[in-house]
């Protein structure tokens, strides 16, 4: 009953999407600055407004600090340095500019870089304060202690709404870790409750953030991607040295048993044989983030799932935990060292026996089909965030600090995303998707993926 009314769903989808493609606004040439401003959609007056400024290609950063200013008043200045995973070259002013003063309408700002220049200017618009969506201006952070953790929301959220059943989520997760890894709690937790998809839906800093909301194009994993950011909290507690990439995310996705869903991670690993997907594991270790996500941690998953097979928890557990780095820097010589001194074996020789290991593996076809949808959802998911709501794409994504935003009283940056008509279409069409695949539909999964790509290639087209 429900396909045919989606079939007509993306069609109609599609049509809305040719009609918006002239609303795309061009990006801004390479050649020149641009500014992000956030939080992200309208900007309203009260605000507390952060900038990103993004220099050109070629730019040589150092020594250089680029000052906001408004008329003659100096809101902010900030020198250049990498941002986020990807490491992207930006200059961050963090709410540099409080609006609470301001009447709607618009604003010029004069942005000079230091000490030679250019100056140039960008105008803001203000919409009046009493058009802020819901659930501002009440919203506000508040915080819940369980056993485990303390879990920070926004009221008014899905969170505030559902924040005692998360709690005793949390609190299972954690017991489950607590069990499994030996080691206690020695604080809680603190979780973070994000109204708004960021990245992959979960990350981990001085907080554990997790996306929390209706309706979330990545699904409703809560209690899986707890429990991976949980591992990571855990994993830290048991310690170590180098710690590789390649293992902390493995272990997460491995004692998760899945990565967003529960799954069978060797026949799923056997499958990236069959696609032609692996990645070879040496470029994995030195390379992993920007590898193709799912790929990379799936490979991970299971190749510790077969060394915890082959020699046992304790024996892996104590050669994890032995790892240290080498004076080239690579991850893949810190691990074949460890390899030769706890098992006698290089890292090539286990990736060898690793890969006989998968190839004796049957693969039902089910398992193949998740898999090869599951890696284009996300890529699709992906694709969208970097063509539509940038902010949230992981390798850049806008990470405020809650402690930092709790003391400031703002919400806006986890609350307010863009919220198009076109942002709406393909997040909806996404849910659809991500619903068809953990139903096991897998045909429609992949029309509702392609037409999402379609309408993608058709909202970026000539940017
Ligand atoms: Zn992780």
Redesign the pocket.
């Known amino acids: 009953m429900i396909a045919p009314m989606r079939r007509l769903v993306t069609v109609h989808f599609l049509l809305i999407a040719c009609l918006l493609a002239a609303c795309v606004a061009p990006i801004t040439p390479p050649e020149k600055f641009s500014v992000i401003t956030h939080p992200d959609g309208p900007l309203y007056a009260s605000d507390q407004v952060s900038f990103e400024v993004l220099p050109p290609s070629g730019f040589e950063s150092e020594g250089h600090e680029v000052q906001v200013s408004l008329d003659d008043r100096e809101l902010g200045r900030a020198g250049f340095g990498p941002y986020g995973v990807a490491g992207r070259t930006e200059a961050t002013l963090w709410w540099a500019w409080d609006t609470r003063d301001l009447q709607p309408g618009p604003e010029t700002l004069t942005f000079t870089i230091l000490p030679d220049g250019p100056t140039w200017q960008e105008t803001v618009t203000f919409h009046p304060q009493s058009g802020v969506p819901p659930p501002e201006p009440e919203a506000h952070w508040a915080v819940l202690t369980s056993d485990c953790c303390a879990l920070n929301y926004i009221t008014g959220t899905a969170a505030g709404r559902d924040i005692a059943s998360l709690a005793q989520v949390a609190d299972e997760q954690a017991a489950d870790l607590t069990a499994r890894m030996g080691k206690n709690l020695n604080e809680k937790i603190q979780v973070v409750f994000m109204p708004r998809v960021l990245g992959n839906g ?3 800093g001085n907080a554990i953030y997790v996306s929390y909301l209706d309706s979330a194009y990545l699904g409703n994993a809560t209690a899986q991607v707890l429990h ?2 949980f ?2 909290w855990f994993d830290a507690l048991a310690g170590g040295d180098l710690r590789p990439t390649l293992f ?2 493995g272990l ?2 491995y004692l998760s048993g899945g990565h967003f869903k529960p799954e069978p991670l060797i026949p799923r690993a056997t499958t990236l044989l069959e696609l032609g997907w692996y990645i070879p594991l040496r470029t994995l270790a030195d390379d992993f983030y920007p590898q193709q996500h799912e790929i990379g ?1 799936l490979e991970a998953a299971a190749l510790v799932e077969y060394l915890v097979e082959t020699y046992g928890w304790e024996a892996f557990d104590a050669f994890y935990r032995d790892i240290h780095a080498t004076p080239d820097g690579r991850d893949s010589q810190a691990i074949d060292a460890a390899l030769r001194k706890h098992f006698q074996i290089t890292f090539a020789e286990l990736e060898g026996s690793y890969l006989e290991f998968l190839r004796g593996q049957t693969v039902p076809s089910n398992v193949r089909d998740d898999l090869r949808l599951s890696v284009q959802f996300y890529d699709t998911v992906r694709r969208y965030q970097q063509a539509l709501d940038p902010s949230a794409y992981f390798m850049t994504a806008w990470l405020p600090d809650y402690m930092m935003m709790s003391q400031r009283g703002i919400v806006a940056d986890f609350l307010r995303h863009p919220s198009g008509v076109d942002n709406s279409l393909i997040e909806a069409m996404l849910v659809n998707a991500d619903h068809s695949l953990r139903a096991g539909e897998y045909n429609q999964a992949e029309r509702t993926l392609k037409g999402v790509n379609v309408l993608l290639a058709v909202l970026t087209a000539g940017k």
């Open positions: 979960g990350f981990t991976h950011e591992v990571h902390q995310e997460a996705v941690y």
